[in-house]
């Protein structure tokens, strides 16, 4: 629980470079000697959890690939309560870090113009009343 706390916290940070692998599921980081995996799949129906709901799992890779150690949300949740959400908002953030996420949109709104050139942009009912910020 200690290292998936201590990889959400950076990741946020963005202090954990995370790069792509051939999975599009997966995301990864390296380490000297061992690598971190982070992925989600989806489970067949076993009539214990809900097969829409993805399962998050991280595992810990040696040099020639072998899994060392791997753990999912529900084995987490023991001790961090809200494991799913720690783990997809980690993935997330891996996910946009690795693609270039924030490069690619400034890059756009580059081409787009300056933001003088634009009336202020309305917030949405739902997010305004929540107080939510825009994902761009």
């Given at each position: 629980?200690?290292?998936?706390?201590?990889?959400?916290?950076?990741?946020?940070?963005k202090?954990?470079q995370?790069?792509?692998?051939p999975?599009?599921?997966?995301?990864?980081?390296?380490?000297?000697?061992?690598?971190?995996?982070?992925?989600?799949?989806?489970?067949?129906?076993?009539?214990?959890r809900?097969?829409?709901?993805?399962?998050?799992?991280l595992?810990?890779?040696d040099?020639?690939?072998t899994?060392?150690?791997?753990?999912?949300?529900?084995?987490?949740?023991?001790?961090?309560?809200?494991?799913?959400?720690?783990?997809?908002?980690?993935?997330d953030?891996?996910r946009?870090?690795?693609?270039?996420?924030?490069?690619?949109?400034?890059?756009?709104?580059?081409?787009?113009?300056?933001?003088?050139?634009?009336?202020?942009?309305?917030?949405?009912?739902?997010?305004?009343?929540?107080?939510?910020?825009?994902?761009?």
């Amino acid at each position: 629980a200690e290292l998936v706390y201590r990889l959400s916290v950076l990741t946020e940070r963005k202090q954990i470079q995370w790069e792509r692998t051939p999975d599009d599921a997966e995301f990864q980081c390296s380490f000297p000697g061992y690598s971190i995996v982070l992925a989600f799949h989806y489970i067949e129906p076993d009539g214990f959890r809900d097969p829409e709901v993805p399962v998050w799992g991280l595992s810990i890779r040696d040099r020639k690939g072998t899994i060392v150690e791997s753990v999912n949300d529900d084995e987490l949740r023991e001790f961090i309560p809200a494991a799913s959400r720690v783990m997809r908002d980690m993935w997330d953030s891996a996910r946009r870090q690795a693609l270039g996420v924030e490069a690619a949109v400034d890059q756009l709104l580059g081409y787009l113009g300056g933001p003088e050139q634009f009336p202020p942009m309305p917030a949405p009912e739902n997010h305004a009343k929540n107080g939510d910020d825009l994902p761009f």
